[in-house]
C-alpha cells in the first residue's frame, strides 16, 4: 500500500482502488485512529492520485471533527516521510491548505499536525517547505500561540534561506 501511494510510474487502477477502499472505510463510525490507521491516513494525504487525496482530506475532516484522530502521531508520520523524500512537500502542503479556515477544531488539528511534522524535517529545508511555514504562520498567527520550542530550531537553521527567511522571520 505504501508503494502506489508515492510512484506515478505504473500506478496500476486496482493499487488505486485499494486505497481509496480502505480509505473509504474511514468515513464510517468507528474508534479513535491507531498507528496503523493513522499510517493509512497519512499516505493518502500525500498520494499521487488527486482522488486518493481528496478522500483523505475528507477523512481528515471528519476524524478532526468527531475526535478520532490524534494529530501528533499523523504529524510525525507526514515528517518522517517528508524528511525522507518520499513525496514532494508541495503535493502535502496543497492538500493541507485546503483544510485551514474551515472551524477552530480543524486549525486546532492542523497546527496540532504542523507542529509534529516541521520538527521532523532536515535542518537543509526541501524545496518548497514555505507552503508549510506560510501555513503554520498563518494557524499560530490566527490561534494567538507561539512556535512550538521543538519547531524554533528548524525555523533558526531555516532563516539563513532566502526563500524561507521572511516567513521565518515573523515566527521567531
Known amino acids: 500500500m505504501v508503494r502506489p501511494a508515492a510512484w506515478a510510474d505504473g500506478l496500476e487502477s486496482t493499487e488505486r482502488d485499494v486505497v481509496q477502499a480502505a480509505l473509504q472505510e474511514l468515513l464510517g463510525p468507528g474508534p479513535g485512529f491507531r498507528e496503523p490507521t493513522t499510517l493509512l491516513l497519512a499516505l493518502g494525504l500525500m498520494h499521487k492520485v488527486p482522488a486518493c487525496r481528496a478522500l483523505a482530506l475528507e477523512v481528515f ?4 471533527t468527531t475526535g478520532r484522530l490524534d494529530p501528533a502521531a499523523l504529524g510525525t508520520i507526514l515528517g518522517r516521510f517528508l524528511a ?8 502535502l502542503a496543497d492538500n493541507l491548505q485546503q483544510a485551514r479556515a474551515i472551524d477552530a477544531t480543524t486549525d486546532d488539528a492542523l497546527l496540532q499536525v504542523l507542529n509534529n ?5 532536515p535542518a537543509a529545508p526541501l524545496r518548497n517547505t514555505k507552503k508549510l511555514v506560510e501555513l503554520y504562520a498563518e494557524l499560530t498567527s490566527r490561534s494567538g500561540r507561539e512556535p512550538a520550542e521543538a519547531i524554533k530550531t528548524n525555523l533558526r537553521s531555516w532563516q539563513g534561506t532566502s526563500a524561507l527567511k521572511q516567513v521565518v522571520g515573523e515566527l521567531v
Open 61 to 64: 475532516l471528519l476524524a478532526c
Open 84 to 91: 525522507h523524500e518520499f513525496v514532494p512537500v508541495q503535493r
Open 117 to 121: 511534522l516541521l520538527p521532523e524535517l
